[in-house]
Structures are given as C-alpha cells and as structure tokens.
C-alpha cells in the first residue's frame, strides 16, 4: 500500500521460475507495475516477504541485487543519460567496480544482442524510438542479471520495430534469462511468452499458458484483454470445425488450409 491509502497489490502469491518468459498483464491500476518494482526492489512491500533464491530481498546489497534482478522502465528516456550509446551500456558494470577490460567485454556482447552495432558514438537522444528502447535493454544487459523486468516494451512502436524487441527478448530467454515483461499488447506477445500472469483490483486472477488464460473468458472479460484477431477469428469459425485456440495468423492459416486441431 501507499502513504495515500491506496492499497495496490492484496495477497499476491507468486512464484517465478529460472528460465521462464512471462507477460505481466491487466488492465490499468490493476497493480502490474507496483508488483514489479516489488520484484526487483524498487518498492518496498508493507507486508509479506519477497525471496529471491531462498533468500528475503532485503538481505541482499543494492550491488548484488542489481546482479540478480533488473527493470528497464517503459520511457528509455527516463534511463538515459550518457552522451553515447557506449558510455550508457557500460555505465552500469562500472559502478558496480568490473574490470575494465571485462566491462568492454560486456559492453560490447550487450551492443550486439541488441543489434546496435554502428551506433556506439551516437547520442541517445539522436536514435529512434526503437533503438533508444533497445539501448535501455542493453544499459541493463551490461549487468548481466539473472532475471530481467521489462516495462511496456512495445508501447508507440510500429509492428516491424515491436516484433524485432519481441524476437530479441525471445533469444535472451533462450540463452537462459528469466523475462517478465509488463504489458498491455497481447496480440504481440501471447505467441512469445510461455506464461500469462492475470492481474485485477491488485490481485492474479489467473497464472497459465497464454492458451489457457485466453481460452477463460471470465478472465478476459473482467481483466479486459485484448485478445489476438487469429483467436477471435477462430471462435468465430468454430461452429464450422476450426479449434478456436490459435494465436496468430500461421497458426489460423494452418488449421483453415490443413484442418490440424494442434499448431506445429
């Protein structure tokens, strides 16, 4: 709860796995972003225990947690403030005293996977939207945490520049980090993502697989989710025999040129 009263997040039990790529989705006020910051130490809990590994987060130094958990807010402007793309992404491992020549290293690996290269002397300020959202990703990748949490990645892009953060945040999961993303563009990342966590009034009314929680139509009706246009084509097409669980366009296209019940 806040110092005005507002009681944001109400028995929330949670548990989030190594490995998992999860969207954090509701509608607004629902909680998503205090929960986050809970997560990550942003924001204090007035109750309950946040553990990490086993461990209570309040036993860990600021130093190490950023090791551990790390958010990338949803304006990359609000996390910008060196004079170019190189200084950004090798600000973090810095402060925290990584060898210089382990903070190239990182620096360099974070400017890669996150297809910036040729920008290293360019002002933050001077890239596009997209590139700068992908900086804020890479300033926070430089720290190598365990766990990432990614604040409306998608907001006031167009779909090419979403679906490149989408597929570079899929191959981050690959190569092993934990991904929670805030989020309230469902179409674009419920084919993504391996989990849907359902937040209403500040609680999780539903924690499943995107197919699950989209097949629950209490759940999508009082969260108010934005359900992907191959889903609601196909519950409109299910009276003629197509499964009413695809989630994009290929797998609509499949079920409607092949007649398979199960996407590939």
Known sequence: ???????????????????D??????????????????????????AGQVEIEGKPMGKFHRRDLAKLVSYVF????????????KEEVAFAPKILGISEGEVKERTDESISEMELNGLENEHPLFLSKGERRRLAI?????????????????????YRTNSKIMALLRNLNK?????????????????????LLVMYMGRIIKDGAP????????????????????KRIAESLSGYG??????TADELLQYLTLGSSTPS
């Open 1 to 19: 709860s806040y110092p005005n009263g507002v009681e944001a997040i109400k028995g929330v039990d949670l548990k989030i796995f190594e490995g």
């Open 21 to 46: 790529f999860i969207a954090l989705v509701g509608p607004n006020g629902s909680g998503k972003s205090t929960l986050a910051k809970i997560l990550c130490g942003l924001l204090s809990q007035r």
């Open 74 to 85: 949803q304006n990359p402007d609000h996390q910008h403030f060196n004079q170019t793309v």
């Open 138 to 158: 890479a300033s926070i990748l430089s720290l190598e945490p365990k766990m990432l949490i990614v604040d409306e990645p998608t907001t006031g892009q167009d």
């Open 175 to 195: 190569k092993g980090f934990t991904i929670l993303l805030i989020t309230h563009a469902l179409p674009i990342v419920s084919s993504c993502v391996s989990r």
């Open 211 to 230: 197919r699950e929680v989209l097949d629950d139509d209490e759940v999508v009706k009082k969260a108010r989710l934005i359900v992907p246009t191959a």
């Open 242 to 247: 197509v499964p009413r669980n695809a989630l």
